[in-house]
Structure formats: C-alpha cells, structure tokens
C-alpha cells in the first residue's frame, strides 16, 4: 500500500493536487474542517472553491463550518486550542494578528507552499502566520431607483439632500474604519495611523445625514427595501446583491480610491490531518480557485497570476487605474489604535447628531 501522507505532502508541495486519488480497499477518506463565514460567502465560496477540490481529491473531505464573523471565529478556536477540531479559518486580517500571536496558527511558507510565489506582495503580510485568500474594498452603495446619475465620488455622502438617508455601521466595524481612512485622505491627512482627527472630523460632519450607524439586518438589505438613500460596505456583497436587484441597489468605486480589507487563511496549529489541510490550502491560493472564486463572487484574487474575465475584473478593485488609487493601509497597525479611534467615534461622530 502506497504512503498516503508522502503523497498528501508531495501534492502541497506542488502547490495542488494533480489527480484524484486512487483508492485501494485499506484507504480512508481524510477528513478536514474549514471555518469561514456565513450566508452567501458560505453558498459562493462551497461551491467556486471547496466543491471542486473534493471532487478532484475524493481522498479528502472538507467540513465547512459556518461563522457569522472573525471575532466569534477566533473565540471558537480559543475554545478548541487544547484540542483543536478545526484545521483551516478564513478571518480578517486584523483578528488574525491576534491569533498569530497567541499562537493558534501554524506559520507556512514557501517550503510547504510553493504557490505564495504567485501570490500578490500585499498577500503576505509580516506578523501574520497565513497569507491573504481574499481582497476586497470599501465601496459606496445607492438607491439605484433614486440616485441617478450614479454617483462617481466619496463626497456624495456629505450632500445636504441625503440628509437622515445614509447608513453604515459606526466604528469599531472594519467599515466605519474604512470610511474614517478614506475621509481622512478626502481632508488631506497625510498618516492616518499617527493622527486620524482629520478623517473624523470630517465624519462627524457628515453624521447628521446618518439614518443609522448599525444598519439592519445590513446596509445592502436597507438600501434595497427602500429604507436608506446611500451606505457605504464592501464590493464583494455588493456586486453580487446588485446584479441581484440591479434596479434597487447601484455600487460605485469611487474615483478618490479606497481600501483593501484582507481575508487570511491560517493553519490551526496541532489539528488532525493538516497535511491535508495543506492541500486544500495549496488549492484555494492556486489561480483555479482564485478565478473562480472571483469571478463568483468578486473578491479581487490574491494570486497574481490569476487570469479573470475582463467583465469580472472590471467589477473589482483590480484594475491598474483602481490600484493605483488604493490607500496603503497596514492593518495590524490600525488594529493598534482601534480603540482609540473608537472612542473618538463615540464623542465626535455619533453623539454629534
């Protein structure tokens, strides 16, 4: 009987699986469990990247396991840590620094993962155990029934006539903090992580035009019912819940530029059957599963040998035009002095309106 771990390794260490395996009477299937978020991250990404692994590896199984967001995927894996039920997490970059430094994660590298040569530089982020499998950006959202022309700028959302009809959730969310860099770029701040004042200053001015700073169940769902004029959230759910309700719900990457927010995958140190883990690992950072993925749901990919459809592309932040705009953003920096730009919030952005 052949080595089924040798070849498990061998396969990472080509960066994907080349053939199904080949199964004998004494082989057993190994199973593995990936925890990533919910609702239509889970419907999307189960079928663009996890369906098609398995069916090309019958020899593993992946277990997806639901997570409504980084922080709850992180207490689960506090919880697991003396006996660790989940081999694989896709988080935020900035809850991920957490777990790289309470030592939840195994570190790869090009060793064990030859495909991070093809990823993006801003894929592998120092301090971090796992390499980037997502990117988004921060959009802005509008009533496609209500705002015509679509809008092209930030500014939008400082319009007297929007007045009570924009929503987005407040700081500490990811989006609040996304907003606050762009509006400190809009004020001419020069280094948000030292001084931040001019991008809140200028998001309390824009407070009394916000209907709500949670909006619910979400600021796509607010904007498609009726409820809200402009939100600001994240290309990736938006574009799929436009072309959704391409009537009622319009995205626009403004002109100004924006921000990347980074989705990690990690490898969760002392899990059963991480060579296995790794396999998969090999084939979600591979430029199959970067596509398609793309091209499902569109995240821009982080491999950057990744050959997406023009139509895709152009409906991501991936364009050399788009690219060049992005605000250079280290968020483990900014997951330092989150808590003081939150309580900034509270005093001159909420309690302004």
Wanted: hydrophobic share 45%; net charge neutral.
């Amino acid at each position: 009987m052949f080595d089924r771990r040798a070849l498990l390794l061998g396969a990472a260490a080509t960066g994907v699986l080349a053939a199904p395996w080949v199964r004998t009477a004494h082989a057993q299937e190994k199973t593995i469990t990936l925890m990533a978020y919910t609702g239509i991250f889970e419907e999307r990404y189960k079928a663009a990247v996890v369906d098609p692994f398995m069916r090309a590896n019958p020899g593993i199984k992946v277990n997806y396991y639901g997570s409504p967001n980084s922080a709850q995927s992180l207490g689960m894996l506090r919880a697991q840590k003396a006996a660790p039920q989940t081999n694989l997490c896709i988080m935020d970059a900035s809850v991920a620094k957490a777990g790289t430094d309470e030592q939840l994660y195994d570190a790869v590298d090009n060793a064990r993962l030859p495909v991070l040569a093809e990823l993006n530089p801003m894929a592998i982020i120092p301090g971090l155990a796992g390499p980037a499998v997502t990117f988004d950006s921060a959009v802005l959202l509008y009533s496609a029934a209500k705002v015509k022309p679509a809008p092209t700028s930030w500014r939008e959302l400082w319009k007297p006539e929007y007045k009570g009809q924009v929503g987005l959730p407040a700081a500490p969310d990811i989006v609040g903090l996304a907003l606050t860099m762009v509006a400190d770029r809009l004020a001419g701040g020069t280094d948000f992580i030292k001084d931040p004042s001019k991008g809140i200053a200028l998001v309390g001015e824009m407070a009394p035009s916000v209907q709500t700073w949670d909006p619910k169940p979400d600021v796509y769902s607010a904007i498609i019912s009726g409820g809200l004029t402009l939100g600001v959230g994240w290309n990736a759910r938006g574009q799929l819940f436009s072309s959704q309700n391409p009537d009622r719900l319009g995205v626009t990457l403004p002109e100004e530029g924006s921000v990347f927010q980074i989705n990690t995958l990690n490898l969760v140190k002392g899990a059963p059957n991480n060579d296995a883990a790794l396999a998969f690992m090999a084939y979600a950072l591979g430029q199959e599963a970067q596509k398609s993925f793309t091209e499902a749901m569109f995240y821009a990919p982080t491999n950057a040998k990744t050959q997406v459809s023009a139509e895709a592309l152009a409906r991501t932040a991936a364009t050399p035009e788009r690219m060049a705009k992005m605000i250079d953003v280290n968020w483990i920096e900014v997951a330092k002095v989150r808590d003081g730009i939150t309580e900034q919030w509270r005093r001159r952005v909420i309690n302004r309106r």
